[in-house]
């Protein structure tokens, strides 16, 4: 149980379009979904929390109009990277918390390649 | 502000017992956890801790003493897969009933022959 994943695993895309990763919780409704950005060799950043229905609260330094949060369902988030630049590129990883546990459990992980 | 410091790299030989450190100071503290990353690959959930003392699951083990802010984890009978990042992670009280991670920079374990 508790199964999250992605989609892509791997886009490369040019400087200036936007990216959409989708994140979804096959088997359990996720009240909760997180967004982490993971550069080489560090630790994982995390980028905004949503809740279902409500907007994303991001932290800071996240600039949020470049990076588009939905969670309009219990078992789907989206991230979208607007006008994506070579600095954007890193592993892209979400989580998803169900009602009533602490567990975060995550997707696969999504890596973007801004060219 | 959260900080939270675990050894960048430990090395172990298959078979062994490995402890993995972490220190950290934080408030609104509400658990600590213990994920696995290999190489490329998402974090994978081990333990987690709330109160202190040992939590045990097989090979694994997690240790924490809230008031030293201090957790470990341990390692039993080092296989060769178990090499890979471990990363502590601390959970905070982020305000209006949520909660949020914090993750510390991982600990690289290399299991040699």
């Known amino acids: 149980g508790a199964v999250v994943s992605q989609h892509p695993s791997w886009v490369i895309c040019k400087s200036g379009t936007s990216v959409k990763i989708e994140c979804r919780s096959l088997d359990f409704q996720a009240t909760t979904m997180f967004w982490y950005r993971q550069f080489p060799k560090q630790s994982l950043m995390l980028m905004a929390t949503?809740?279902?229905?409500?907007?994303?609260?991001?932290e800071q330094g996240v600039e949020k109009d470049k990076f588009l949060i939905n969670h309009a369902s219990l078992t789907l988030s989206t991230l979208t990277v607007t006008s994506a630049h070579p600095e954007d590129s890193s592993f892209y990883i979400c989580s998803a918390t169900q009602r009533g546990s602490e567990t975060q459990y995550f997707g696969p992980g999504t890596r973007l390649l801004v060219l | 502000g959260q900080n939270i410091d675990q050894p960048t790299e430990m090395t172990a030989t298959e078979g062994a017992i490995v402890q993995i450190n972490c220190t950290y100071q934080?408030?609104?503290?509400?658990?600590l956890f213990w994920y696995q990353q290999h190489a490329g690959e998402a974090p994978t959930f081990l333990s987690y801790n709330v109160l202190d003392g040992l939590e045990e699951k097989g090979r694994f083990s997690s240790f924490l003493s809230r008031s030293k802010g201090y957790s470990y984890l341990l390692l039993k009978e080092l296989q060769m897969k178990d090499s890979a990042s471990y990363l502590c992670?601390?959970?905070?009280?982020?305000?209006?009933?949520?909660?949020?991670?914090?993750f510390g920079k991982g600990t690289k374990l290399s299991v040699i022959p």
């Open positions: 934080t408030s609104g503290f509400n658990g």
């Open positions: 949503s809740n279902e229905g409500s907007k994303a609260t991001y």
């Open positions: 992670a601390v959970r905070v009280d982020s305000g209006a009933g949520s909660y949020q991670l914090t």
